[in-house]
C-alpha cells in the first residue's frame, strides 16, 4: 500500500503547483473539508486520503476566537506534528501562522482524536531538515515557498499533557 501511495503522491503532487489548483483550492477544498468533518464525526478529511492530515484550532491573534484550519502535517517521529503555512503559494501568510505566534497553546484533531499541543517556531537548521522530511512525504511541496516569494512559517506542534 505504501508503495502506491507514494506512486500516487508523485503523479498528483505536480498538479498542486499549477496556477488552476493553486487559484481554486483555496475556494473550494475548505467547504468541502467542513462538509466531510460534519458528515464523519471529524474522522475523514479530504486531503487525509493522500497525507497526513489534521484539523488545528486556534485562538485568534487579534479577535481571541477561536479558529478551526483543515491542514497537511508531516509526523517528526517524536510524537510530534510539522505543519507548514505554505497558503497555496499565495503572498500572504496564513493567519493561523499569526494566531500560533501570539497564543502558541492550540488543539488538533487527528482522524477525530484531539490533542492540545504547543507550537514552536522553526527557524536555523532546522528548517532545512524539517523541508528534507515534509517533501519526503508530499514531493515539491517547497516549491510553494519559492513561489509566494516569502520565507513559509513552519511550526513544531508539541503534545501537551
Given amino acids: 500500500m505504501t508503495s502506491v501511495l507514494r506512486l500516487v503522491r508523485r503523479v498528483i503532487a505536480p498538479l498542486t503547483r499549477t496556477r488552476v489548483f493553486r487559484t481554486l483550492a483555496p475556494v ?3 467547504p468541502i473539508e467542513r462538509f466531510l468533518a460534519r458528515l464523519t464525526g471529524g474522522r475523514v478529511q479530504l486531503s487525509g486520503l493522500l497525507v497526513p492530515s489534521l484539523v488545528l484550532t486556534t485562538t485568534g491573534a487579534k479577535s481571541g476566537e477561536r479558529r478551526r484550519t483543515y491542514l497537511m502535517y508531516t509526523p517528526d517521529g ?3 506534528a510539522v505543519v507548514a503555512g505554505t ?5 500572504r501568510h496564513p493567519g493561523w501562522t499569526y494566531n500560533l505566534l501570539a497564543h502558541p497553546d492550540a488543539e488538533i484533531a487527528v482522524r477525530g482524536r484531539r490533542l492540545r499541543v504547543r507550537a514552536s ?3 536555523g537548521d532546522a528548517r ?11 514531493p515539491g511541496y ?16 508539541q503534545p501537551i499533557p
Fill in 28 to 30: 473550494v477544498l475548505p
Fill in 78 to 80: 517524536h510524537g510530534r
Fill in 87 to 91: 497558503t497555496f503559494a499565495q503572498e
Fill in 121 to 123: 517556531l522553526i527557524d
Fill in 128 to 138: 532545512e531538515a524539517a523541508w528534507a522530511l515534509i517533501e519526503s512525504q508530499w
Fill in 142 to 157: 517547497r516549491a510553494y515557498e519559492r513561489d509566494s516569494g516569502r520565507v513559509v512559517r513552519l511550526f513544531r506542534l
